[in-house]
């Protein structure tokens, strides 16, 4: 979670009423707060269910938004943290026996599909109408729909920028171009820079330096850019099969290269995702393509620079960066429906919104947010990279309601290509891995 604050941004105040409680009954006219059964809205208690406990987490940070919400609207809200794993066995033991004692769950983002192939959430396209929905971009509106159905609203989204040791290339008499999202660096461009600043840092490699590595290295929620900036698909249409997507010219292509960036000592074997952070932290990896809470590990911001994230040579028009984080969506059991919308649509697109946004500092999945941290001359240049990101340049993560049958499979893909294992051999296994897996779905 990037806890970074946009002191230096000037959030748009108050938001005008009309978005901080427009629509209260969404485009179905419906009176929010009715599901009380009372008709009293100050009656209605919503019951909130979410993930990160502690003053530091977002029991914590997010009091102050359940506060005014109450004060401005009368509607209490009873949140209820958990941990992230015990999370989602809460969500799964109570949607699974029909409890209605909750009405708003905090969703991550690949558990959207799955819960509404489900039937754990309500469907929000009654709520949120066709000119609300074009206030996300578009990677965040769909990561939310399934089947052409909205399960789930963003709360915001994530990036993926290049991060690289300032200090270190200064040593090596590297210097990088200005930041330009229409001349990017290229990956092999990135790979030259590292292979020449480790023969000059690092020669015999008794150094333990790393090049240029990934943050979340052997995850999909990050290796997959490299095969989406090729062109290639995360999963079929029906997000049911990886035949005919991932044993194509893309990811054979993006594999193959990780694979040489690793053989050719650039990129780490054995370090796993928080490890290479640690590294990164430590002032050992030259490069590093990173999420934009990568910052805060370091122990000084003046190490650290920053750029767009890197497009392949050939595909420049086809730049791919991960994206994805925690939605909103509605427990199909709840009998506050009305009044549950209206406090997502509060959090997701009014002032909750941008107090979450100024107190937590993520990537804005509203596209007027968006758009004011790039014409803000103020705003800190990561944060103005990254919003053009999540704007242009965005991919879901597959949207399937397998996701962790999905990820398993490619999960493994990565990291046996990584330590030497045959390409092609190993996505026609992740394919028939993942196919034996879901067959009972399908």
Request: proline share 3%.
């Amino acid at each position: 979670m990037n806890l970074r604050k946009l002191t230096s941004i000037t959030l748009v105040t108050a938001m005008t009423a009309g978005l901080a409680l427009t629509g209260c009954g969404g485009s179905d006219g419906k009176d929010s707060g009715s599901g009380s059964g009372s008709g009293d809205k100050d009656a209605v208690t919503i019951k909130w269910i979410s993930q990160g406990t502690g003053e530091d987490g977002w029991e914590g940070l997010t009091k102050p938004i359940l506060e005014a919400y109450e004060e401005e609207t009368g509607v209490h809200i009873e949140a209820e943290f958990y941990s992230f794993n015990d999370l989602f066995e809460v969500i799964e033991t109570k949607s699974a026996a029909g409890d209605s004692d909750f009405d708003v769950m905090s969703v991550d983002v690949t558990f959207i599909s799955k819960y509404g192939s489900s039937g754990y959430l309500e469907p929000l396209d009654q709520y949120f109408s066709d000119e609300e929905k074009a206030k996300w971009d578009e990677a965040s509106y769909q990561a939310g729909v399934w089947e052409d159905t909205m399960y789930a609203a963003p709360e915001n989204t994530s990036t993926q920028e290049l991060y690289y040791n300032k200090k270190l290339l200064d040593e090596a008499g590297i210097t990088l171009p200005e930041n330009d999202a229409d001349n990017r660096l290229t990956y092999e461009q990135v790979a030259e820079l590292a292979k020449e600043g480790l023969e000059k840092l690092d020669p015999d490699g008794s150094n333990g330096y790393i090049g240029f590595d990934f943050q979340q290295v052997s995850r999909v929620y990050q290796m997959n850019m490299l095969a989406n900036s090729m062109g290639g698909k995360n999963i079929s249409d029906d997000g049911y099969s990886l035949d005919g997507v991932v044993n194509t010219k893309p990811w054979i292509d993006a594999m193959t290269w990780y694979q040489k960036l690793v053989d050719d000592g650039i990129a780490s074997k054995g370090y796993n995702a928080e490890q290479l952070s640690d590294q990164f932290a430590a002032g050992k990896v030259l490069f590093l393509i990173g999420g934009t809470w990568t910052p805060t590990s370091m122990t000084c911001d003046d190490e650290i620079g920053y750029t767009y994230a890197p497009c392949f040579e050939g595909h420049e028009d086809e730049v791919a960066t991960s994206t994805g984080s925690w939605y909103f969506g509605i427990n199909s059991k709840s009998a506050n429906k009305d009044a549950a919308a209206e406090f997502i649509r509060y959090f997701t697109l009014g002032k909750g919104s941008d107090m979450w946004l100024e107190i937590n500092g993520d990537v804005p999945s509203r596209v007027d947010k968006q758009d004011e941290i790039a014409n803000n001359p103020d705003a800190p240049e990561d944060m103005k990279i990254a919003a053009y990101e999540a704007a242009n340049t965005a991919v879901p993560r597959a949207v399937t309601p397998v996701f962790g049958e999905y990820s398993t499979a490619l999960d493994q893909a990565w990291e046996d290509v990584r330590n030497g294992a045959d390409v092609e051999e190993t996505l026609n296994n992740a394919v028939e891995q993942f196919d034996a897996a879901v067959a009972a779905y399908k």
